[in-house]
């Protein structure tokens, strides 16, 4: 089942669902956050108990400008993350290539009346004309939905900021960028701490950079981060304060006979994730997805192949350079499946237990309402079934590279350039 919200001025460049799943926070390339809430169920419309509509937009980032450099800062965001929700309001953390922001969504449905000072206008009164005093008085006005920036963290990252992860202390949180990675607490916006810092001395020596980075759910000194070289590093922040050497390091070894002039690009972490459970860690490559157990450092515990059919188009996919597109992966709530996005708006899911996987298309020609999707197939040479498509005629500019997927029940989020898709699990 789709609802298809159509988001016209950009392109969603991160998607995520706070930790109950009532709310879904999209952000763009324009700088935006679009934030939809989930509908109250009624009686008579129980089909309707995956809709999510617009609960607040509002303007995140602008464009800026480093006279240093004499380089523009976009104001896309890279990355949004939720807090957990400690009262009324809702917080979360929007990101740039430089500055992180932490916002305040509230909800206002009554306003004071009646004041002393200040005329009904706002304007401040002549205190000779005041002779009596009045009790100000809250009467209902109409819901508004306000966000207010309550914290700026600015001037920690010389390159671009590629994740931001929320600690399961809730107190800190870090973001990373190419080369280093901050450790924050959500009072203090003038200062962070370097917790990983691998810039070599001489730049030309330079042979990875930082990828992605999270923290374990569970534990709070615990964290990982990817490299541009397939690599993924344990860091345990008790060990030290700088965390350059790591606890425990995944990396597999290299088949001789699949190695190509690409292999380097190709085995490019671009996305890093701990299962919800804390015992495994899914990366996601340009062709595969990969899941790691914690105890295991040598070799992944799983390889899901997500578009072996690439595989010779990588000269093509070089030079348009899409090779170098960084997809997204994330766990379902009961970390049994896994989910990544593809091209020509395909999406993959893999069933860890059972082993299947399924290929989905996220586009208006196919998703009305209600509609159940078709799986989809794509053959590589020989003769084309009738619903099957060509490897030749898939179209790289659609792409999906951020997907999300609800904390606890089957509906997910999926971001089309600049559509976003929800779907959910067949009603009965």
């Known amino acids: 089942i789709a609802f298809v919200f159509f988001l016209s001025a950009d392109i969603i460049s991160t998607v995520e669902f706070n930790h109950t799943g009532e709310l879904l926070a999209t952000g763009d390339k324009g700088g935006r956050v679009v934030i939809f809430q989930r509908e109250q169920e009624s009686k008579n419309q129980v089909h309707r108990r995956g809709e999510y509509n617009v609960y607040s937009t509002f303007q995140s980032h602008e464009p800026e400008f480093d006279y240093l450099k004499s380089l523009e800062i976009e104001e896309k965001i890279n990355k949004i993350r939720w807090l957990p929700q400690q009262n009324a309001a809702y917080f979360l953390l929007s990101t740039n290539d430089k500055t992180v922001k932490l916002w305040k969504v509230s909800e206002r449905d009554k306003r004071p009346e009646g004041y002393n000072l200040k005329d009904e206008e706002g304007r401040l009164r002549d205190p000779a004309t005041i002779t009596t005093l009045r009790v100000p008085v809250l009467r209902p006005m109409d819901l508004m939905v306000e966000a207010t920036p309550r914290r700026v963290f600015a001037n920690a990252h010389t390159y671009h900021i590629n994740s931001i992860s929320v600690n399961s202390d809730y107190e800190t949180y870090m973001s990373a960028d190419d080369l280093r990675i901050n450790l924050w607490n959500f009072e203090i916006t003038n200062q962070s701490f370097n917790i990983v810092d691998i810039k070599p001395a001489n730049m030309e020596e330079l042979t990875e950079v930082i990828t992605a980075a999270e923290f374990h759910p569970h534990h709070c000194n615990t964290f990982v981060y990817s490299s541009s070289k397939g690599t993924i590093r344990l860091c345990d922040m008790r060990a030290s304060a700088l965390c350059d050497r790591h606890t425990k390091f995944f990396e597999e070894p290299e088949d001789p006979s699949n190695r190509s002039f690409f292999s380097e690009i ?18 996601r490559d340009y062709l595969t997805a990969k899941v790691w157990d914690l105890n295991m450092e040598n070799r992944p515990v799983e390889t899901y192949q997500v578009h072996d059919y690439l595989r010779s188009k990588l000269c093509s996919l070089y030079e348009n350079d899409c090779i170098f597109d960084k997809f997204e992966c994330v766990w379902n709530g009961s970390d049994s499946v896994i989910m990544t996005g593809s091209y020509n708006n395909f999406f993959r899911m893999f069933d860890r237990n059972t082993k299947r996987d399924v290929t989905l298309e996220a586009s208006r020609e196919n998703s009305k309402p209600r509609a159940i999707l078709k799986p989809r197939k794509v053959c590589v040479g020989g003769k084309r079934r009738k619903d099957e498509i ?3 005629s898939l179209d790289f500019s659609k792409k999906i590279l951020h997907t999300a997927w609800h904390p606890s029940e089957n509906i997910i989020a999926v971001a089309a350039t600049n559509n976003l898709y929800i779907f959910q699990d067949k009603v009965n």
Do not use: E, L
């Not at 190709?266 to 990366?283: C, N, P």
């Open 390 to 392: 060509s490897v030749d």
């Open 266 to 283: 190709i085995s490019s972490i671009s996305d890093v994730k701990f299962s919800h459970s804390g015992r495994y860690i899914m990366t």
